[in-house]
């Protein structure tokens, strides 16, 4: 009798914890846009009848009404790293009044000895400051679960799941051994995906501070270290004398592209790119003044000027039209337009003495 009107009340009030579900969910995904912050995915469930029905045939007695089972609504958010689930306990505490009476840290619960991956749940209610309607005052009273938990947690809460097994103690002794180390290698895992991820956001902290510093010699050529070089709008100065030969406006475009054409042109270091662009920019205007005199062209490209540093460069090394063409291949793909444009270029080039 007692566990039926709690499912009365159950059902009675299904639209309000749907109402609930979607403005939770709602809250939660705005916050992180506006934050920018990603994760792998949130997600909600309202226990299904069956499933309360089967909780309070095991422990009704525990509860004297609907609103002593906290759980009737879960919402879990799953984050791509663990040191990550503590970010978005922070943002919990920040939209939702929590219930620190019965939250629980899961993860401070594991004993040494113990499989298992557990997650962060906090209790919690939605305040009036976040969302209220006066129609549905229930909102801001019922207590819901929100799980946190990183991506490999996530993994073995599922895999445990669908094996059918809670805890060590219903596994046969015969297969626990393995799914400790199970475990074991994905609390590793975990852990060393986090700190990969803290060193190397340090390691760029510093390539920054090294391109900085104007130390480029000592900077070696990658994708990190070229993306903080181009941030400097090294070449600028370049652009602009180019565009003065037509008065032409600037547009920005990306000079990423070019990182390929720079490693094909065995560029090892931050300071080779300063070298070609202190040895040849001379060159390179020169070829501008072929390319646009009696154009016309009043809008330039900004990668105009590392495109033809890297043209000089390609000659003078005696790389020929060859040279050229292999450049446009890695710019824009293989297509008869780059034989071309490597064609006409190359007698450009001869008009201003480069080769």
Known sequence: MHCEMILDKYRKKLPVFEKLRSIVTERLQQYLDENHIIVAGIDSRIKTEQSLTGKLELKGYKYHSLDDITDILGVRIITFFSDEVDVIAAIAEKLFEID????????????????????????????????????????????????????????????????????????????????????????????????????????????????????????????????????????????DKMANINHAEVYDDSLMPYFNVLLLLKMETIGDVMRMRNDYSDSAYQLALVQLAGTGLDILASSIALQNLCIVYILKKGFGEAGLVRMFDTLYGKNDYNVQSAERIFKQAHRVNII
């Open 100 to 239: 620190w009476d019965n939250t629980v840290d899961k993860r401070k619960m594991l004993e040494i000895d113990r499989f298992g991956y557990m997650s962060l749940h906090y209790i919690c209610r939605l305040p009036k400051t976040l969302y209220e309607d006066p129609a549905m005052p229930e909102l801001n009273e019922i207590r819901f679960e929100l799980q946190m938990r990183s991506t490999l947690q996530h993994v073995w809460a599922n895999m445990q799941h669908d094996m059918g097994y809670k805890t060590d103690v219903e596994i046969p002794r015969e297969y626990q051994r393995s799914m400790t180390r199970l475990a074991g290698i994905l609390e590793l895992a975990d852990e060393q995906f986090s700190q990969i991820r803290k060193d190397i956001t340090e390691y760029r902290r510093k390539v920054q501070s090294l391109v900085a510093s104007g130390n480029f010699d000592e900077v070696p050529f990658n994708g990190d270290t070229f993306r903080s070089f181009i941030a400097l709008n090294p070449f600028r100065r370049l652009v």
